[in-house]
Structure formats: C-alpha cells, structure tokens
C-alpha cells in the first residue's frame, strides 16, 4: 500500500505462486500470464517479469528454447492474435 503525492491510495498486488521444474510453460502461462493478458486486452497496462537465482530458468520460461518449448512470450503472443482474429470474426 502506497499512498500517492495527491493523497489518494495505490494498492499493489504480486502474484505469488511457484512453479517447479516439471511445471511447463503453457502451465505457467495458463495460470499466471493469461489472465495477466486478458486485463491488457480490457484497457489496463501490465507487466510479467521472471524472478529468481541465476540460471535457475528465467530466460527460457520467457523466450523458450529453439526447436522446442514456446516460451511465455510466444504464448502472449498468440492470446493476443487470438483476441483480435476473433473481434475481427
């Protein structure tokens, strides 16, 4: 809880959750960055960021690796091309 420069209140809210090495990034993606993305395409900004030890897996949950598993940023990616070919249907 904030309280701003024009005295009204900014709350924050963090997701907690944490997702083990057998956890995929669709999981992740489902649970924490879709709703995330759906809040984008009603009007608010938003950020997904990765935390955690040094090469603990931060850079390939976001971008995935080449020739095989879609990273988060990949199925963002998509939700949002999923969203506007179906406003456009």
């Known amino acids: 809880v904030e309280q701003t ?10 997701m907690h959750q944490i997702f083990g090495p057998t956890d ?9 960055c879709a709703p995330i993305i759906d809040q984008v ?3 608010y900004s938003a950020s997904i960021f990765a935390y955690g030890q ?5 850079t390939h949950t ?3 690796d080449v020739g ?3 990273g988060i940023i990949g199925h963002c990616i ?3 091309f999923d969203a506007k070919k179906q406003a456009s249907a």
Do not use: C, M, P
């Open 5 to 14: 420069e024009t005295g009204s209140i900014q709350v924050w809210q963090f």
């Open 78 to 80: 998509q939700r949002l």
């Open 54 to 58: 040094t090469a603990s897996g931060k």
């Open 68 to 70: 095989g598993s879609v």
């Open 62 to 64: 976001i971008f995935g």
């Open 41 to 43: 395409l009603s009007g």
């Open 24 to 32: 995929s990034t669709h999981d992740l993606f489902d649970q924490v």
